[in-house]
C-alpha cells in the first residue's frame, strides 16, 4: 500500500492563481482531511469528508474548496491565491474517525 | 472550544537522559487523545491513541499515559534517533475525523 499520497510536494503560486492539491489513498478509508500547518499554530483543520459524496468544514474554510466524488481521492482547492495561504498542506484519512494517517504534505508559497 | 497545551517548546536531552513531555487538554467529552511523531519536511506519524483517564500506552522507549486533564509522553533512555517534534491531539466526544492539535514539543536528543 502507498498509504496517502499528494501532490505536488512543492508549489510557488503568484496572488489570485487558482490550483488544486491532491490527495489520494489506497486503505479504503471513509474519512478524509485537509489540515494546514504553519510555525507557532499547530496543525489546524480546513475541511473534511466522512464519505463520498459528504464533506464539511473545518476551523479555517474559508478561500479553500474541496468535492469527494471518490472514496480514494480528496482534492483541495484553491480559488484565488493570497499570501496568508502560504502553508503546508497535509491530506490524512482515517479506517475509523479517530487515528488518522497523514501524508507528506505540499509546500505552497503565495507571492 | 476544546484546546491543547505543549510543553515545553523544546527539549534537549544527551543519550540515556529519560524525560517526560507534557500535553494539557479541555474537550467537550473526550473520544481520543492521540500522539504523533513528525519529522523536518515529513507528515505526522501515529504513535497512540488514548481515550479513557488512566490508560497507558507502550511503544519502544516511549509511554503515553492521560488523566482527565493532561496526558504525558515519557522517553525512557532516549537514542539520537528519537529526536523529532512530538505532536499531542484531542477529538471531541459526537465528532468524527476532527482533531484539535497542540503546537507540539521539539525534541533534540544528543550523544
Known amino acids: 500500500n502507498a498509504g496517502v499520497t499528494q501532490t505536488p510536494k512543492f508549489q510557488v503560486l503568484k496572488t489570485g492563481q487558482s490550483m488544486t492539491l491532491q490527495c489520494a489513498q489506497d486503505m479504503n478509508h471513509e474519512y478524509m482531511s485537509w489540515y494546514r500547518q504553519d510555525p507557532g499554530m499547530g496543525l489546524r483543520l480546513i475541511h473534511y469528508?466522512?464519505?463520498?459524496?459528504?464533506?464539511d468544514q473545518g476551523e479555517v474554510p474559508n478561500g479553500y474548496n474541496v468535492s469527494r466524488s471518490t472514496t480514494e481521492d480528496f482534492p483541495l482547492r484553491l480559488l484565488s491565491a493570497a499570501p496568508s495561504q502560504t502553508s503546508v498542506y497535509f491530506c490524512?484519512?482515517?479506517?475509523?474517525?479517530?487515528?488518522?494517517?497523514f501524508g507528506p504534505g505540499t509546500r505552497l508559497t503565495v507571492t | 472550544e476544546d484546546q491543547v497545551t505543549q510543553s515545553p517548546e523544546a527539549l534537549r536531552l544527551q543519550e540515556g537522559e529519560s524525560s517526560s513531555l507534557n500535553c494539557s487538554y479541555t474537550?467537550?467529552?473526550?473520544?481520543?487523545l492521540f500522539w504523533y511523531r513528525q519529522d523536518p519536511g515529513k507528515g505526522p506519524e501515529f504513535l497512540f491513541t488514548?481515550?479513557?483517564a488512566g490508560e497507558e500506552k507502550e511503544k519502544e522507549r516511549l509511554k503515553a499515559t492521560l488523566t482527565k486533564k493532561e496526558s504525558f509522553l515519557h522517553i525512557t533512555a532516549p537514542k539520537p534517533e528519537d529526536s523529532a517534534t512530538y505532536l499531542c491531539?484531542?477529538?471531541?466526544?459526537?465528532?468524527?475525523?476532527?482533531?484539535?492539535f497542540g503546537t507540539g514539543t521539539r525534541l533534540q536528543v544528543t550523544l
Open positions: 474537550v467537550s467529552g473526550l473520544r481520543g
Open positions: 488514548l481515550y479513557s
Open positions: 490524512a484519512s482515517s479506517l475509523t474517525g479517530r487515528e488518522q494517517y
Open positions: 469528508s466522512v464519505g463520498a459524496g459528504i464533506t
Open positions: 491531539a484531542v477529538q471531541a466526544a459526537g465528532t468524527a475525523s476532527k482533531l484539535t
